[in-house]
């Protein structure tokens, strides 16, 4: 399965993280269509609805600074207007923790744009029993 | 945002998890694609293709039983030739152990049936703080 590190909606991908890394949430915001859905390891449903992650991304803004980050090994399946996008992830935080992360983004094209319409972030193998 | 439990995909979905917590994997294997990818909370790196995901499969063969488990909420953005699946879900194990989970699944139509091409686990709030 070939890697493909120089697709598009890599680029895309690391300016909104760039941006993420630096406390501001508006570069996904302003990448995600109005249907876009949501999950991460510390809300309790799924949020639907860029409404409703806007609210929550707000409540995030300036707290986060990351020194550093990757992704690891990006993949983009691509077929008609959708595209996935999955990768690892690591970033280091300016209080020197590094962390790791599993992600999967699904990509809706709109006319000449990509709009993201699903986020899941997750932790790689924080340590928990498959029972 | 409607809520779609009646999608064919969430039956298909459902059918898969059945035999899933009956301990039999392959349900799952049947509805993949060759180039499915594959996220869960135990595996250090993404898993990239139907073979490695049917090894990984293998090895937990007959170790999970589930008492009973349900799917909440989910939703399908069907485009094109691709759907995506996201969905919460709750499952009792035989030990008495619940469960929370986040959950995307994305599927490609091949002719007539749906394939899965990316499948994304991970444990909701497992109680990690956002730093």
Same mark, same amino acid.
């Given at each position: 399965?070939? &890697?493909?590190?120089?697709? #598009? ?5 690391? *300016?909104?993280? #760039?941006?993420?890394? /630096? =406390?501001? @949430? $508006? =570069?996904?915001?302003? &990448? $995600?269509? @109005? ?5 991460? @390891? ?6 639907? =609805?860029?409404?409703?992650?806007? *609210? ?13 980050? #990757?992704? &690891?090994? @990006?993949?983009? /399946? ?13 970033? *280091? ?7 790791? !992360? ?6 809706? *094209? /709109?006319?000449? #744009? !990509?709009?993201?319409? /699903? ?8 340590? $928990? $029993?498959?029972?």
């Amino acid at each position: 399965m070939s &890697i493909q590190k120089t697709h #598009e909606l890599v680029a895309i991908e690391h *300016r909104a993280l #760039e941006r993420w890394g /630096q =406390g501001d @949430p $508006s =570069g996904y915001l302003e &990448i $995600s269509a @109005p249907d876009v859905v949501y999950f991460d @390891p510390f809300v309790d449903y799924r949020i639907d =609805g860029i409404e409703a992650l806007g *609210r929550y991304y707000e409540a995030l803004r300036g707290t986060i600074h990351a020194e550093n980050f #990757e992704i &690891i090994d @990006p993949l983009v /399946q691509e077929h008609g207007v959708m595209a996935v996008l999955t990768f690892n992830f690591r970033c *280091r935080l300016a209080s020197g923790a590094e962390l790791r !992360w599993n992600c999967t983004e699904v990509y809706r *094209r /709109q006319g000449a #744009e !990509w709009r993201l319409i /699903q986020s899941h972030w997750s932790r790689t193998n924080p340590g $928990s $029993s498959a029972q």
